[in-house]
């Protein structure tokens, strides 16, 4: 195979060079650049020049190299300066790939049996208050976000460590997110400096009720020379953004995709009834416990979480090359990439592709039925092995993607069942595109509604 010059896109404004365009409207910068420059091109990013793979019939060569293009100094870069923590001394005293393993180790397989009736009780919990009882109405995304940080803090770091407070501090944090990943120094945003600080104040510890991947966690920094009692609540505290933030965009798209078609209302609320009665084991209320064989067995539901994901997800799997490398096109050429350089795929590109997904646009409950396992999608004539990535790629995939979609399935299972729910308004909100590379785009308008439990 012959080398393939990689084209370097002009910008015409130095330093920010295609950053500000990318915020805007990444989508349409993406495919400008394919039509002009091809399937492989390299943009400027605020001084950061990137190598962007567009065909994701490339893709797989490009995940191939997850050894030699890695993430973790670029996520490390991300969050130290956020959340506060020290990364060199982290570097130096704790043995990341280790950790890396053991989120993906205790949030997988038999570990999230016990995780997922955790966050089933706390849940249940505030579903049984008597705001539910007596009715109210509201922000569908507020509230979204209410049930997934209450139940989802507890159930992860331990009892007692969702509040109120905490819930404020985060939503501070998360909205100047964007803005403090782009370097806005925290003093000229409002609150952002007290709000890290509460969002860290109560981790950092032991907690009862918390998730095994805690039980590890904390053991093996004892075990170490770190400074916990200054660097891991802040630690812990950029865990806690990353297990929430995209987590509640994607429970509240998924119910309001569902919500606002009464067919597809209907489909969902007859699978989860008809489901749930086949649970063999209940919770200490004696309410069936959404095990794994009943989360497997919510087919429909499980489609209708894809479809948003595919709809809504934002993710920008940057990698930096660990030593000279190349990776094979399917144009039949090969792309340079040295030591030190960024490269990147986008996966909005494919999931909003129309020659992948007829009508991308639209939200299509059952897209998804019957076809979660690769190659069951194709673009130019060839099955695709990777069709959808809501949650990154390769090693640095996201370790908590099993337990989000837990969570989606739970959250939205235990309101069709538990409340007569109805939205107030059923257009499709605008879609936030500044948080492109964060994970989901968040809706930039409120979608009011109405709930009470059933009786």
């Known amino acids: 195979m012959t080398d393939t010059a990689i084209p370097r896109v002009p910008a015409f404004m130095p330093y920010f060079g295609h950053g500000l365009a990318f915020g805007r409207d990444a989508d349409r910068l993406m495919q400008d650049c394919q039509r002009q420059y091809g399937d492989v091109f390299e943009l400027n990013l605020a001084g950061k020049h990137c190598t962007f793979f567009v065909n994701p019939r490339d893709y797989p060569a490009f995940i191939r190299q997850s050894k030699h293009l890695r993430s973790e100094d670029i996520s490390l870069d991300i969050a130290a300066p956020v959340f506060g923590f020290d990364k060199q001394h982290l570097q130096d005293k704790v043995d990341v790939e280790h950790v890396t393993h053991m989120n993906q ?25 008597p705001r539910h009882r007596d009715g109210f109405s509201g922000s569908l995304f507020d509230y979204a976000l209410e049930l997934i940080f209450m139940a989802g803090s507890d159930a992860l770091f331990g009892e007692g460590v969702a509040s109120p407070q905490l819930l404020e501090d985060f939503k501070v944090v998360d909205k100047y997110f964007p803005l403090l990943v782009g370097g806005v120094p925290k003093w000229l945003l409002p609150g952002v400096r007290k709000a890290l600080a509460g969002l860290a104040s109560p981790l950092g510890f032991p907690r009862e009720g918390q998730c095994r991947l805690m039980d590890e966690r904390f053991s093996y920094f004892a075990g170490i020379d770190y400074r916990a009692s200054e660097e891991l609540p802040k630690t812990d505290s950029s865990l806690l953004w990353a297990a929430q ?3 509640a965009v994607v429970a509240f798209f998924t119910l309001f995709f569902i919500l606002r078609d009464p067919v597809v209302k209907k489909i969902i609320e007859e699978e989860v009834r008809s489901v749930l009665a086949t649970s063999d084991k209940l919770s200490p209320r004696g309410t069936p416990y959404l095990t794994a064989d009943v989360l497997n067995r919510m087919e429909k539901l499980d489609s209708c979480i894809s479809e948003t994901l595919r709809l809504v997800s934002a993710p920008l799997p940057m990698r930096q090359a660990t030593q000279d490398l190349d990776i094979e096109l399917v144009s039949g050429g090969t792309a340079h990439l040295k030591q030190g350089q960024f490269a990147a795929i986008y996966p909005r590109y ?18 998804f039925l019957g076809k979660q396992k690769p190659n069951s999608f194709a673009y130019q004539g060839e099955p695709l092995k990777y069709a959808l990535i809501p949650f990154g790629v390769g090693l640095s995939m996201c370790p908590g993607r099993h337990f989000a979609r837990n969570e989606f399935k739970v959250i939205t299972a235990l309101l069709l069942n538990w409340c007569d729910i109805h939205l107030q308004e059923t257009r499709m909100p605008a879609l936030d595109k500044s948080r492109i590379g964060l994970g989901s785009f968040t809706p930039k308008s409120a979608i009011p509604f109405r709930l009470k439990r059933a009786a």
Request: hydrophobic share 40%.
């Open 105 to 129: 180790r205790f949030m997988m397989g038999d570990e999230l049996g016990p995780l997922t009736e955790r966050m089933q009780d706390k849940l249940e919990e505030i579903l049984l208050d």
């Open 350 to 367: 494919l999931h909003m592709h129309p020659d992948i997904f007829e009508q991308p646009a639209e939200f299509r409950w059952d897209r």
């Open 245 to 247: 933030a995209n987590t």
